[in-house]
């Protein structure tokens, strides 16, 4: 669907197949874990590739695994949506510990409890696992405008649909087939209709302090039922949760995550926004802008430690990214004017921070002061490799 656009994912799934025996790549459907594992065994012929949504596939690793295995040992053997079958974990492990020659399984999978969990404590020292995420600015910058990039969302299907009205249509289908269909595949036993009114729910609190309790009474349930859905959309990469700064400073921190949805398309498709004329007159614009620049930002600052800043006099920071000694700010703003407020400015006071960028839907770089640059996304991007 969308192999002509460069994924750099490609090139480190072809350096860890050569470093470990087995690699896992996850992901959420529809963001292109087949299309690329296919492209991969297509130039590597001593590649089998089984998807094990499909059953005859599926019954080739549930009758007798270890000999359908053992007789292809010589292959890749890509197992697609591994979660299906979580029993083959065990089964690998041995397989791996006779043989560690690299390259032996590509383990691709939808949701990161089954296969994170249990892959990494049973391969753990095994395995290399990588994420796939739906398609990034960095990769569609030649192909695709930033303003329907943030509008359509990551996902192929979406992005390259033919006018806006195909594209929500796409999102929304997306979201009915996830919610009836492929949870329920996952092991996930909650109602379809729950869900998708938590789902809408987070759509409309996206970028705000998360409160379980005070969600669990608008949906007329507990806060435990709260974290359970929450911790089903984390776990199908639907959601984000980002935690705040703890640090030592004498001031009184918000110690309470913020949730955004991991894809703007998606959170546009829950409120109902078709076009950029709808994004521009609702609430929601700034958080969802603010919320693309995050998945962005941190596709790309790989090791980096990431959370938010704020205290309970106002001081507050987007994104806090800290590697070693380096430390970086980034705010958010959804204007083509961009202005910061004094609370931006205390923030940085506090954490000592020297490095920060002002990320704004605009077309060149300017000085905001103080040695703050207010950047483009791709400009922003650039900085991080």
Sequence with gaps: MHGYIPRDLKAILV????????????????CGKSTLARMLASQHAETIYLDLDLPVDRHKMETDPEEFLRRNAAATVCLDEIQ????????????????????????LGSASPALLKQGS????????????????RHETAQKIALPSLWLRGGFPGSVLAGNDAA??????DFVKAFLERELPLLGFRVPAATLERFWRMCAHLHGQEMNLRALGRAMGTSHVASRHHLDILTGTFMLRVLEPLSANLGKRLVRTPRI??????????LLNLETENDLAGHPVRGASWEGFVIEQVLARAEGWRATYY?????????????????????????SS?????????????????????????IKAPFPMGNGVEAVPLDDLLGRFG
């Design 15 to 30: 350096r860890d197949l050569g470093r470990y025996p087995a690699v896992a790549m996850v992901g959420p459907r529809q």
């Design 84 to 107: 299906r079958v979580p029993d083959l974990f065990g089964l690998l492990r041995a397989l791996v510990d006779e043989d560690r020659r690299p390259g032996r399984f590509l383990l």
């Design 121 to 136: 404590q049973t391969l753990a020292g095994r395995l290399a696992v990588r994420e796939l995420t739906p398609l990034l």
């Design 167 to 172: 594209s929500l249509l796409w999102r929304e």
């Design 260 to 269: 955004y949805l991991r894809d703007a398309g998606i959170v546009h498709a």
């Design 310 to 334: 704020r205290t309970a006099q106002g001081a507050e920071l987007d994104l806090v990214l800290e590697k070693g000694l380096r430390k970086i700010a980034i705010e958010c703003k959804a």
């Design 337 to 361: 004017s961009p202005a910061v407020t004094r609370g931006f400015w205390i923030a940085l006071k506090d954490l000592g921070i020297r490095e920060a960028y002002v990320a704004a839907p």
